[in-house]
């Protein structure tokens, strides 16, 4: 595979009808190996990606070094350009892929019935047997379980060419990368290292510029202080050379301060005033000169409310179909008002499926569930933010407070015409918040969002009295929100039959 970095020259980037630029002046070089492009959510890190793919020109400046390049979305509503000539082949590369992350040629013919999981493994398994030059993964652990996600790190591990990463998985973040692109609009900082070393050299670099600045405001206001006192000095030396208020007659005080005027000893207090008035306006160009990039407020409070029945649900045991001969067995179903529940199994073992039946049994009010799934898809997407647009004034407030509070933009959310998928699940999140839920249903809540806003949504659902079903891969998630586990697991290898255990 070719050795040729992409390099960005002073691009920038913006979409019709934004009053701001999303990228501004972005000069970068993406060697070979794995660069993190990381950034709150709706802030152009998949901007990015797609511009260093060529889906989309610069407005200024330019992309250049690639002569193949793959770039893979977060969202999987779509069969992958290809797949069906990657099922089809009998080449050694394509079937090592498809063990890897268990692609299974069946899956020709239901993509719609596909977990999400499973799309997202057959997208990267076909942009990895392409070898692109470039490789753009957006959001690549979405979806995925931990032996899937084993075997992707696996093969990421061993490509070769140059390859562009945004994930909110910090492990992959760390041991794959050896820099990252922190994007924070208008600026993007490429630092050497992995994630947490970035984070930190930003954290020390920050500090180094508070007390940089510290140290010239205390600088400034020594200097005012002495260009006080030598004002003072001024206005005392103008009075003592001013003849105002001496007798005509008094001729020796009048020969003295002609005097003075003559050898200039009278404007010595006025230089030195000039002076210091020079050195204070360099050190107040210095102090403000001194740039700290303001740190958002993050966290929210979740009024939920802790429902009066005394089930949320109450479910008979029973069967759902999973399409293509594929089964899910459950025992009877009950969930108190204050239940915390993770359900937890493989990709394609029927968790959403089950969501969707447990929620056509609730015994809760409509306004009172707060249901984020797993995924949204584009035409989805718009028609929520189109509803949050439409929104009454304080209602509409209230929402946009709470996703300031999660990370991202309100203001560049309300101008967006495609809304990252994060963004979405922002805005339904705050919808149901204002809505002080009983229950909360969340089908893989940290996909999508970034590291920050993760940690605002396991801190603000702690605290929340409401109920809890959490569908998550993510093991550390769920281990501090939970206290009940509900599994689904295979009883037969490859059978399609599954169960779900409850404790």
């Known amino acids: 595979m070719p050795d040729s970095p992409v390099l960005f020259q002073h691009v920038s980037f913006s979409y019709e009808g934004s009053t701001d630029p999303l990228i501004v002046d972005l000069t970068a070089h993406f060697a070979r190996g794995w660069t993190g492009v990381v950034g709150a959510n709706g802030v152009g890190k998949s901007t990015i990606l ?21 770039y893979c979305e977060q969202r999987t509503d779509s069969v992958p ?28 013919g239901r993509w719609g019935s596909l977990s999400h999981g499973e799309r997202k493994r057959a997208q990267i398994a076909v942009a990895l047997w392409q070898e692109p030059e470039l ?90 202080r002495e260009a006080g006192k030598r004002r003072a000095a001024a206005a005392e030396a103008d009075r003592k050379r001013s003849k105002r208020g001496v007798a005509r007659g008094d001729h020796d005080t009048r020969a003295k301060i002609n005097l003075a005027r003559v050898t200039g000893k009278d404007g010595v207090a006025g230089k030195r005033l000039r002076q210091m008035e020079g050195r204070l306006a360099q050190s107040q160009a210095r102090a403000e000169g001194i740039k700290v990039k303001r740190l958002y407020t993050l966290g929210i409070w979740m009024p939920g409310a802790r429902s009066k029945r005394n089930t949320l649900f109450n479910i008979s045991a029973g069967s759902l179909s999973l399409g293509s001969d594929r089964t899910l067995e459950f025992p009877d179903l009950l969930m108190k008002p204050d239940a915390r529940i993770a359900l937890t199994g493989p990709n394609g073992s029927g968790k959403s499926t089950l969501i969707a039946h447990i929620r056509h049994s609730l015994n809760v009010e409509g306004e009172k569930v707060t249901y984020i799934p797993q995924e949204i898809d584009l035409r989805a997407s718009k028609d929520i933010i189109a509803r949050a647009r439409a929104l009454p004034g304080a209602m509409l407030g209230k929402m946009m407070t709470i996703v300031s509070r999660l990370g991202s933009t309100p203001q560049r959310l309300l101008e967006t015409e495609e809304p990252s998928p994060g963004e979405v699940r922002k805005v339904l999140l705050a919808t149901g918040i204002a809505n002080e839920p009983h229950i909360i249903i969340m089908d893989e809540p940290t996909n999508h969002l970034d590291l920050p806003s993760i940690q605002c949504l396991e801190e603000a659902l702690a605290d929340c009295p409401c109920g809890l079903l959490l569908v998550s891969h993510d ?18 290898p490859n059978s399609g039959k599954y169960r779900l255990k409850t404790g």
């Open 50 to 70: 797609k511009l260093a793919a060529g889906i989309l020109q610069p407005k200024e400046g330019q992309v250049a070094g690639t002569t193949s390049a793959i």
């Open 81 to 108: 350009p290809l797949f069906d000539d990657f099922l089809g082949t009998k080449d050694g590369a394509a079937a090592s892929i498809k063990d890897q992350l268990g692609v299974q040629n069946e899956w020709r």
């Open 135 to 224: 490789l753009a993964l957006d959001e690549p652990t979405n979806h995925l379980d931990g032996k899937a996600r084993e075997f992707l790190f696996g093969a990421l591990l061993r490509y070769q060419g140059v390859g562009l990463l945004v994930s909110h998985d910090r492990t992959f973040l760390d041991e794959l990368c050896f820099q990252c692109l922190f994007v924070d609009p208008p600026d993007c900082l490429l630092r050497p290292g992995s994630y947490s070393q970035g984070i930190l050299q930003a954290e020390q670099d920050r500090a180094t510029t508070l007390r940089l600045r510290e140290e010239a405001r205390h600088e400034f206001e020594r200097l005012n």
């Open 475 to 492: 093991i550390r998630f769920l281990d501090a929100l939970t206290r009940q586990s509900w599994h689904i697991y295979e009883e037969i």
